[in-house]
């Protein structure tokens, strides 16, 4: 049992961080800069950024490392510094995480279609090895797939985090709901079928992520429960779903207004909750205090 493991067996519900990619942006982040790059070139700011999450009260946070894959670095010319970007990811994390919290290192999609053939497993798989061994090197407690769809893709991404590493592997998938009312990924993958999957391939916690609010994870998680009632669950909620002002999105729930809602996520089965876009530190701060302030 790994450090995340430890802590949720101690039966108190953790707190995670929230978004992450809007605050670079407010911080100076380019469209077409490479948001790994800040790791090295501007690594005060990402700090700043984990350091606002573990003083919010979050219990885990996570890196500036969701990109963090050679096939995506690739795209901006720094396929070469995959280990030093996931590395410094790390140690900023850990900097900011300090005593306080817990440190998952992020891994997100790697934007090639797996499922078409378009990279062979063996290149897929060492991708992903370079990527968690550099985040393993700067001190994460666990790691966290995210944002996934497809069913290969992430099975070879937790096989490589367990290849590399003895920590505890989280995995989330990001469902939408259908028109007949199923969840389902973009490429087509239900609830089911990505339990089956995560599970058989040794993952330790499983969940959602992004593309719903906290009422839409309500229902995924109550789907999860009807199958597995045992395996952790860790859920990163939108603020609300998505809305479309003066031409930016926008998520609208308050902090006031989303926080309440995680009563019932964790009443689902939930023990890991946290956001998703449009989730800032006072969000968190709002979820740490209503399950950190006494009996729910």
């Keep these: 049992m790994g450090k995340i493991l430890a802590r949720i067996a101690e039966g108190r519900v953790l707190i995670s961080d929230g978004a992450w990619g809007t605050f670079l942006h407010q911080k100076g982040l380019k469209v077409q800069e490479c948001p790994e790059s800040w790791n090295v070139e501007h690594p005060d700011k ?26 995506k670095l690739d795209g901006y010319g720094l396929m070469e510094k995959t280990r030093e970007l996931n590395r410094a990811a790390a140690e900023i ?30 290149e897929l798989m060492a991708g992903f090895e370079e990527q968690v061994g550099g985040l393993v090197e700067g001190g994460v407690d666990g790691i966290v797939i995210e944002t996934m769809s497809d069913l290969e893709e992430a099975r070879v991404a937790i096989l490589a985090a367990k290849n590399v590493s003895n920590m505890d592997v989280a995995c989330t998938f990001t469902f939408s709901r259908t028109q007949t009312g199923a969840y389902m990924t973009m490429m087509g993958v239900g609830i089911k079928e990505f339990m089956e999957m995560a599970v058989s391939a040794g993952a330790d916690i499983i969940g959602a992520n992004c593309g719903n609010g906290t009422a839409g994870m309500i229902e995924i998680v109550k789907e999860i429960r009807k199958i597995n009632p045992e395996i952790p669950v860790l859920v990163h909620a939108n603020a609300g779903l998505p809305q479309y002002q003066d031409g930016e999105t926008v998520f609208p729930e308050t902090p006031g207004e989303m926080a309440p809602q995680m009563k019932d996520l964790v009443a689902a089965g939930a023990n890991i909750v946290g956001g998703c876009c449009g989730t800032t530190p006072e969000h968190i701060s709002y979820i740490s205090k209503l399950f950190n302030s006494g009996p729910l």
Excluded: C, H, Q, W
Excluded at 46 to 64: H, R
Excluded at 106 to 117: D, N, R, Y
């Design 46 to 71: 990402v700090l700043e950024i984990a350091k606002s999450y573990v003083d919010a009260g979050a219990d885990i946070i996570l890196t500036n490392s969701f990109g963090g894959s050679p096939f």
């Design 93 to 122: 994390s850990k900097r900011a995480a300090g005593e306080k919290s817990l440190v998952l290192g992020s891994i997100g999609p790697t934007g090639k279609m797996v499922m078409m053939g378009e990279i062979p497993e063996e």
